[in-house]
């Protein structure tokens, strides 16, 4: 007995209209399969994104226009990502330092100059100070962020570094004070003019030398003592004592001692302050 294939009893119409489905099934197939790497690559992005935040020490916030927070990203101001939505990207700085923002927003809305630079200083959640530099770009037009982008990094370290560097400048010039450094282990390091007016020694004669050579021999260990104690508590200490001057003529001294500190918080000296006492 003769056998015909299935095929053979479908008409034409309905075998074209088969091979469509058939090719749209491969079709989604192939669609199905392109969403699955996609979905890992957004996955995978995703990973590397939080990785890469996790492991900045920048802070990001993207707001509108009208500097209301649309998203905390990355938040160092101690504020949670999530919790300040709609508030005044400004609201945690100091009063005096708010209307640097609004300025900055200004410019960029005014004359749309793409991005500008801001320092300010924010208040911490526990009341202490945190300065803080940045850039706000603006990228309101960008169909895919539709936001303004703050990035800024804590500045709080190098700010009191420059303060103390200008206040150190501007003691150093003091002419009442003698005032130079010296290493833990007392060699001098800077010397200023009103040393040089105070005890005779210029400044190319002390640099390198100890400071025992301005300190009577019976008080030299009393002086080691004292500036041993502030390298090790890092305490800052005031005494009275009697110095040399070049021409061997003692003078009763009121000493202060400092620990200086670097950027990254290392010990690099100890600040001498001496002034001369009338008695």
Known sequence: METTSP???????CAARMEQ??????QLEDENRNLRLLEEALRRNSAWFAAVLANNANGVTLTGPGRRILRVVRALTGAVP???PGALLESRLVPEDQHILVECYRDLLERRCGQAKFEVRALRPDGSIQYLAGVLTDLLDNPDVQAIICNYSDVTRSKRMELTLAEFAALAENPDYAVFTGS????????NDGALRMFGYTEEEMAGRQIEI???????AEEQAAR??????????KRSTTWL????????VRISLSLIRDSYGRQCGVLNRCQRMTL
């Open 184 to 191: 833990a282990e007392g060699q001098v390091l800077t010397w």
């Open 245 to 252: 001057c070049n021409d061997g003529t003692r003078i009763p």
């Open 21 to 26: 489905l058939d090719g749209l099934v491969w």
């Open 82 to 84: 999530g919790e300040v």
């Open 7 to 13: 095929a053979a009893h479908v008409c034409p119409d």
């Open 228 to 237: 041993q104690l502030t390298v090790e508590t890092g305490i800052a200490r």
């Open 214 to 220: 301005l300190v009577p021999e019976e008080l030299r």
